[in-house]
T-cell receptor, first 110, second 112 residues
Framework: AQKITQTQPGMFVQEKEAVTLDCTYD???????LFWYKQPSSGEMIFLIY??????QNATEGRYSLNFQKARKSANLVISASQLGDSAMYFC???????FGKGTLLTVNP | EAGVTQSPTHLIKTRGQQATLRCSPI?????VYWYQQALGLGLQFLLW???????NRGNFPPRFSGRQFPNYSSELNVNALELEDSALYLC???????????FGPGTRLTVL
């Protein structure tokens, strides 16, 4: 089983600054994967980035990167150069039975 | 390439009725997932279909059911609707297994 914890219900960031969204996980499976999804107010879920437990390097996709620390069981999402359109809910998701964290509402201020 | 599509966009029903929600996956995707996002409860996993079979289901009563057709599209049926079934129902598709899921826009179900 997996447990995904997102401890930040809400975060604020100034436009063009970087922000880190926290995610910790608990799993007994040596092989696992973690996703990050963005859900804007329209409701659609948008895949952002994926990290596999055996990946040698931290995942990066454009302005999104994962700060993956296995020893700490954390997979924090880093968004660089925030844009107003980044304002949304962000979910950290474990691949076992698609376990979702509670999400973090990110607000980007102009 | 077309993304995941869902219909209808909105659905209004009364208590005790049945609702049918539909989902068409991305071409080439064999897995379809259903989620419920109720206000204040976050996203909860409902059902996973792959190659026409139910692979897994979340902690929902049996009145939530569905099926996957040979063309990999899927239906979610909710029988004996209750007020608390009011939610956004999201469908996602993937190539299968633990591959990345791509979500549709959702169907907003309102039970009066």
């Amino acid at each position: 089983a997996q447990k995904i914890t997102q401890t930040q219900p809400g975060m604020f960031v100034q436009e063009k600054e970087a922000v880190t969204l926290d995610c910790t996980y608990d799993t007994s499976d040596p092989s696992y994967g973690l996703f990050w999804y963005k859900q804007p107010s329209s409701g659609e879920m948008i895949f952002l980035i994926y990290q596999g437990s055996y990946d040698q390097q931290n995942a990066t996709e454009g302005r999104y990167s994962l700060n993956f620390q296995k020893a700490r069981k954390s997979a924090n999402l880093v968004i660089s150069a925030s844009q107003l359109g980044d304002s949304a809910m962000y979910f950290c998701v474990g691949n076992y039975k698609l376990t979702f964290g509670k999400g973090t509402l990110l607000t980007v201020n102009p | 390439e077309a993304g995941v599509t869902q219909s209808p966009t909105h659905l209004i029903k009364t208590r005790g009725q049945q609702a049918t929600l539909r989902c068409s996956p991305i071409s080439g995707h064999t897995s379809v997932y259903w989620y419920q996002q109720a206000l204040g409860l976050g996203l909860q996993f409902l059902l996973w279909y792959d190659e026409g079979e139910e692979r897994n289901r979340g902690n929902f009563p049996p009145r939530f059911s569905g099926r996957q057709f040979p063309n990999y599209s899927s239906e979610l049926n909710v029988n004996a609707l209750e007020l608390e079934d009011s939610a956004l129902y999201l469908c996602a598709s993937s190539l299968g297994g633990v591959d990345t899921q791509y979500f549709g826009p959702g169907t907003r179900l309102t039970v009066l």
